[in-house]
């Protein structure tokens, strides 16, 4: 017997959102990707890997354009309800996080092309570790969401506050670098904005994990958000002329 009709639309939208869900996760595989060969290329001082990775953006950029039709073709035929229109909804917001977390590993990788057009410093070294706790992250939101795991998004999420610790002393490292040698600042600057591009990163990560969270529960995650980001703190006591 043949099936039934509501069968074909049954399976039909089945197929619509698992291409969106892996929309989503190429998206994801290449913003990682784009993330860590920025690292690299700081490190290796290698402008030309630089420029490649500014140009894939543009990849990351299209995807997220493709998610956004699907969304609208989905919203406007189907017109889901309760966790088919949180799957939808979250694809989309999860999407934005993506391409921003682009965006962030493209200017990492623009300031890389700047920074070796100085002299280096050693805060440089100090790098790596704050892009690979981003890049663990990403990868277990990006899991997360493969999955549908609440639980595993949920320890993702509160890793956000170790990369703000390891983001607010290496704050503090490239200040000291600054204040006892003016010859550093601009080495120091570009660093500075790389780390904190790094720090954000961390921040949309954590957004993809509560909306994975959110898929799965249909409720926000109970927790505040803690951060560890005390970079302020740090500026108020170099301006009072305290330790940091």
Same mark, same amino acid.
């Given at each position: 017997?043949?099936?039934?009709?509501?069968?074909?639309?049954?399976?039909?939208?089945?197929?619509?959102?698992?291409?969106?869900?892996?929309?989503?996760?190429?998206?994801?595989?290449?913003?990682?990707?784009?993330?860590?060969?920025?690292?690299?290329?700081?490190?290796?001082?290698?402008?030309?890997?630089?420029?490649?990775?500014?140009?894939?953006?543009?990849?990351?950029?299209?995807?997220?354009?493709?998610?956004?039709?699907?969304?609208?073709?989905?919203?406007?035929?189907?017109?889901?309800?309760?966790?088919?229109?949180?799957?939808v909804?979250?694809? +989309?917001?999860?999407?934005?996080? !993506? =391409? &921003? @977390? /682009? *965006?962030? %590993?493209? #200017?990492? $990788?623009?300031?890389?092309?700047?920074?070796?057009?100085?002299?280096?410093?050693?805060?440089?070294?100090?790098?790596?570790?704050?892009?690979?706790?981003?890049?663990?992250?990403?990868?277990?939101?990006?899991?997360?969401?493969?999955?549908?795991?609440?639980?595993?998004?949920?320890?993702?999420?509160?890793?956000?506050?170790?990369?703000?610790?390891?983001?607010?002393?290496?704050?503090r490292?490239?200040?000291t670098?600054?204040?006892?040698?003016?010859?550093?600042?601009?080495?120091?600057?570009?660093? +500075?904005?790389?780390?904190?591009? !790094? =720090? &954000? @990163? /961390? *921040?949309? %990560?954590? #957004?993809? $994990?509560?909306?994975?969270?959110?898929?799965?529960?249909?409720?926000q995650?109970?927790?505040?958000?803690?951060?560890?980001?005390?970079?302020?703190?740090?500026?108020?006591?170099?301006?009072?002329?305290?330790s940091?």
């Amino acid at each position: 017997m043949p099936p039934l009709p509501s069968e074909h639309i049954v399976k039909s939208y089945d197929e619509e959102l698992a291409r969106l869900t892996g929309e989503i996760q190429r998206m994801g595989d290449l913003a990682l990707k784009e993330l860590e060969a920025a690292i690299a290329a700081v490190v290796e001082r290698d402008s030309d890997s630089a420029e490649r990775i500014v140009e894939s953006d543009k990849e990351v950029d299209a995807l997220e354009n493709e998610v956004g039709q699907d969304v609208i073709r989905l919203l406007a035929l189907r017109q889901p309800m309760a966790r088919d229109l949180r799957e939808v909804m979250a694809a +989309l917001r999860i999407s934005s996080d !993506i =391409e &921003r @977390i /682009g *965006d962030y %590993a493209a #200017n990492v $990788a623009k300031r890389a092309i700047a920074l070796n057009r100085v002299e280096l410093v050693r805060p440089v070294f100090s790098l790596p570790r704050l892009g690979k706790l981003a890049a663990e992250i990403i990868s277990e939101v990006l899991l997360s969401y493969r999955d549908r795991d609440a639980d595993r998004a949920l320890l993702a999420w509160a890793r956000d506050e170790e990369l703000d610790g390891l983001y607010t002393g290496m704050f503090r490292e490239l200040l000291t670098y600054m204040m006892e040698d003016p010859r550093n600042i601009t080495a120091c600057t570009h660093l +500075l904005f790389m780390a904190k591009n !790094i =720090e &954000r @990163i /961390g *921040d949309h %990560a954590t #957004n993809i $994990a509560e909306n994975v969270y959110f898929i799965v529960h249909g409720t926000q995650i109970a927790q505040t958000r803690r951060k560890g980001d005390n970079t302020a703190s740090v500026v108020a006591k170099v301006g009072t002329g305290k330790s940091a």
